[in-house]
């Protein structure tokens, strides 16, 4: 779980669509797409994203494993994109020696609440996008059922293949195709790098009927920024959403759950059937009836903040695919959150926001691993059976997974601090009415 800063941006060019506007290069999360708001009324949206065209032909699909242009194939076609991309390669992860905090140490109540599961192990801040195959098959929590379905959001060739073989879901992770083209191009493109592209047909599910009510880009990035689970039939990567983008909430993943009967794990000695959430950014910022204000009310999507506009030392004006926090970015600061309107100090206010809504999920984090442990002593003493054993049980699932979605969504409150405050509200209430059950 990476906990980086996040801020607003939109620069959007409303111009002649020609053929001499290339709109894209590697793996990034740009926008160029019709969207159509509620009322049906169609937005066209174009996102300046460079004014130079390609330095050689495209390559050829057909030469590359799985059909997967990889992002070494595009380096000279796109040569600032690809410089760009790869300086990710600095953002090392733990298993390669990168300088990453490690979870379990800043927040040890972790060991108590995900007691079981695979994430006791080892669970790290995350790394840049070209390390996520090596990152992945070098965590500890890899073992002997993880099955190949793990590469669904770390290499654009397991999706390749996934779609002309569904059945290699199930494959077992040890007998693993050898995969070597992580998070880059083809995630985001296709084999198009003037389009944007859901490669993943159960993001692509998720979204349903909603799907271009949020920027191309924005989609994009959510096919892995996003709340998934492995089906018990299949394997396959599927979401817990069956109503779209309101649908995207932890209330609503909550019943949806609860209705399949579904578990990541079982707590022990409580044998609460427990959800181990995975990192819901998309649904934070877009999800549910009051999505993220510049989402909701300017359209704004991930690129706008994450992805800056540069120059080439030639002078050429280009995308970045350099991903950081805005609040690194001096210029985005100066000359469009500043100027804006919205933020005389952007900086400072997203810093007040995340001290705020860490305090928060930090403080229900203890009082959760309270519970649980008074819960866990109840039954060993045989001091809780029947009505009230079956309802803490449900108090431990569902707290937990109201707290673990503010947790584990990476921006720490700032992309939607209402949502965040709210969500961790209803955790405390459930953890108050369970401490009133355990006496």
């Known amino acids: 779980m990476d906990k980086p800063f996040f801020s607003t941006r939109k620069r959007l060019v409303f111009a002649i669509v020609s053929v001499f506007i290339l709109i894209f290069a590697l793996a990034a999360c740009q926008d160029t797409t019709d969207t159509s708001t509620e009322d049906g009324d169609d937005v066209v949206q174009t996102q300046e994203l460079g004014d130079y065209g390609p330095f050689g032909d495209a390559p050829n699909p057909s030469d590359f494993e799985w059909d997967v242009i990889t992002y070494e194939g595009w380096k000279d076609v796109y040569p600032y994109h690809y410089e760009s991309y790869v300086s990710n390669l600095d953002n090392k992860p733990a298993s390669q020696g990168g300088d990453k905090h490690n979870y379990l140490t800043d927040y040890p109540f972790l060991m108590t609440l995900y007691k079981g599961h ?43 293949l996934i779609i002309k073989d569904p059945a290699a879901a199930a494959v077992p ?24 592209s859901v490669g993943s047909p159960w993001w692509n599910d998720a979204l349903g009927s909603d799907k271009g009510k949020t920027p191309a880009s924005a989609e994009v990035c959510g096919q892995c920024h996003n709340e998934y689970y492995f089906d018990p039939d299949t394997r396959i990567v599927t979401n817990p959403y069956l109503g779209g983008l309101k649908s995207m909430t932890p209330q609503d993943l909550i019943e949806y759950y609860d209705n399949i009967g579904f578990r990541d794990w079982v707590y022990p000695v409580t044998e609460t059937p427990m959800i181990k959430l995975q990192h819901p950014e998309f649904e934070m910022i877009y999800g549910g009836a009051t999505p993220m204000r510049m989402a909701r009310e300017n359209n704004y999507a991930c690129a706008d903040c994450h992805m800056g506009p540069t120059t080439a030392s030639d002078g050429t004006a280009f995308t970045s695919h350099f991903w950081q926090s805005p609040l690194k970015n001096a210029d985005l600061l100066a000359n469009d959150c500043g100027q804006s309107g919205c933020h005389s100090d952007l900086a400072k206010e997203v810093a007040g926001w995340q001290d705020q809504v860490v305090k928060r999920f930090t403080a229900t984090g203890y009082d959760l691993e309270e519970m649980v442990n008074l819960f866990v002593a109840k039954v060993e003493a045989g001091e809780i059976a029947g009505d009230d054993l079956d309802r803490m049980r449900v108090i431990q ?32 209430k459930l953890i108050k009415e369970g401490m009133g059950i355990l006496g």
């Open 118 to 160: 695979a994430f006791t192990k080892g669970y790290w801040q995350a790394a840049g996008h070209p390390w996520a195959i090596k990152d992945m098959e070098g965590s500890p929590r890899i073992g002997e059922t993880t099955l190949q379905n793990c590469y669904g959001c770390k290499s654009p060739q397991y999706i390749s």
């Open 397 to 428: 699932r569902h707290a937990q997974i109201y707290w673990d979605f503010v947790f584990v969504e990476n921006s720490n409150g700032a992309h939607n601090r209402a949502y965040a405050l709210a969500y961790l509200d209803e955790a405390d």
């Open 173 to 196: 992770f040890v007998d693993s195709e050898n995969f070597t083209e992580p998070v880059a191009c083809w995630s985001c493109h296709g084999n198009d790098p003037e389009s944007n």
